[in-house]
């Protein structure tokens, strides 16, 4: 943990995967080009941040480990997202991601059950090491069945998120902080 947090009480965080729900799924997406934001979605990540929470990414990228693309792509499409979001007054704390995979052809990101990549909990564990997270506070929105397992081993409640506006979806469920 950075010396500057650790004296800071902790925060709730609200965790976010990536694809499906800050931005639209099509597959693989590393480039800037082909990435569309859902819609809600900056106005969610604005609205937690000016409510004092954390908001951490937590993504699956095994196309790094299938050798689809670099970490250093995914390292320059969060920096384009955080450019973004810094446009709409909104920032991202972290972005975690998991590039490993069982059957990555690199022999670096191959493992057979990469603790990291959900629904494994490895980077919602390592993000409640970095950051002084108040974990009962917390809440993670996936898309898929294996976001909300890796939540639920993290002990964090966990929303499934199905498409759609985020902004308005996070209302009905009455989860948007005042
Ligand atoms: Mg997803």
């Not at 819609?39 to 004092?52: H, I, L």
């Not at 709409?88 to 493992?111: K, Q, T, W």
């Not at 409640?128 to 002990?155: M, N, T, V, Y």
Request: hydrophobic fraction near 40%; charge should be negative.
């Amino acid at each position: 943990m950075p010396e500057s947090l650790s004296s800071h009480p902790p925060r709730p965080a609200l965790f976010l995967d990536r694809d499906g729900v800050l931005n639209e799924d099509h597959g693989y997406v590393y480039r800037w080009e082909d990435f569309r934001w859902i819609p809600g979605a900056r106005e969610v990540v604005a609205a937690f941040n000016r409510a004092g929470w954390l908001v951490i990414v937590v993504t699956n990228q095994s196309g790094v480990g299938r050798g689809f693309y670099s970490e250093d792509a995914v390292n320059a499409l969060h920096a384009r997202m955080a450019e973004d979001l810094a446009s709409s007054g909104a920032h991202i704390d972290a972005f975690y991601y998991a590039p490993h995979h069982p059957d990555a052809p690199v022999e670096a990101y191959r493992h057979p059950d990469p603790p990291l990549r959900k629904p494994n909990p490895g980077m919602i564990l390592q993000a409640l090491q970095d950051w002084p997270i108040d974990r009962d506070a917390s809440l993670l929105i996936g898309d898929k069945p294996s976001d909300l397992e890796a939540a639920l081993r993290a002990g964090i409640k966990g929303v499934l998120f199905e498409g759609g506006d985020l902004r308005q979806f996070l209302a009905d469920e009455a989860l948007l902080p005042q």
